[in-house]
T-cell receptor, first 112, second 112 residues
Framework: GEKVEQHESTLSVREGDSAVINCTYTDTASSYFPWYKQEAGKSLHFVIDIRSNVDRKQSQRLIVLLDKKAKRFSLHITATQPEDSAIYFC???????????FGDGTQLVVKP | AQTIHQWPVAEIKAVGSPLSLGCTIKGKSSPNLYWYWQATGGTLQQLFYSITVGQVESVVQLNLSASRPKDDQFILSTEKLLLSHSGFYLCAGGQYNNQAPLFGEGTRLSVL
């Protein structure tokens, strides 16, 4: 089955710098890639997604890149702020089944 | 707008006691529903998913069971809790395979 790997378990950046979280997947049939944010003690909150028919998507300070050949996708957070500190999960979904597969999460710490 | 409600918010239970956690989704018909478990600060483990009433697929056996008695309701239960059942239980729902599931606020379970 699909396996999603999230390469950074922790990431620390200075406020105002950019943060990049990288994920890879194994199943070429994966076609939908959402990202979630989990603040301390809370549930997961959807932040941005990308579908396999595009290779870049931006929503304000969030940019998602998708490289289908390398089976890699990444979340870029520009001009980081302390409130960006959280655990970020990447995920991959295959159209033909009803499963969505999550990475293990990246703890992002934005230092003032 | 789609909403998802989990109950209870938190539980403290004794080892060997029964458990029932609930999830109700509103605003979508025939949603896919998912149960996840997260150890403290840990990764997400998908437990069950359901694409229709009465049908539940098990992903991981943790001495838990799930049922979908109504289109908008998903129940997680066990007759005998183990210490290892402690953690954060999350219900998620979505209508299509390529749409990010919406997560409920979660139930925090402590088994003593």
């Amino acid at each position: 089955g699909e396996k999603v790997e999230q390469h950074e378990s922790t990431l620390s950046v200075r406020e105002g710098d950019s943060a990049v979280i990288n994920c890879t997947y194994t199943d070429t049939a994966s076609s939908y890639f959402p990202w979630y944010k989990q603040e301390a003690g809370k549930s997961l909150h959807f932040v941005i997604d990308i579908r396999s028919n595009v290779d870049r998507k931006q929503s304000q300070r969030l940019i998602v890149l998708l490289d289908k050949k390398a089976k890699r996708f990444s979340l870029h957070i520009t001009a980081t702020q302390p409130e960006d500190s959280a655990i970020y999960f990447c995920a991959a979904s295959i159209n033909s089944n009803n499963r969505i597969f999550f990475g293990d999460g990246t703890q992002l710490v934005v230092k003032p | 707008a789609q909403t998802i409600h989990q109950w209870p918010v938190a539980e403290i239970k004794a080892v060997g006691s029964p458990l029932s956690l609930g999830c109700t989704i509103k605003g979508k018909s025939s949603p896919n529903l998912y149960w996840y478990w997260q150890a403290t600060g840990g990764t997400l483990q998908q437990l069950f998913y359901s694409i229709t009433v009465g049908q539940v697929e098990s992903v991981v056996q943790l001495n838990l069971s799930a049922s979908r008695p109504k289109d908008d309701q998903f129940i997680l239960s066990t007759e005998k809790l183990l210490l290892s059942h402690s953690g954060f239980y999350l219900c998620a729902g979505g209508q299509y395979n390529n749409q990010a599931p919406l997560f409920g606020e979660g139930t925090r379970l402590s088994v003593l």
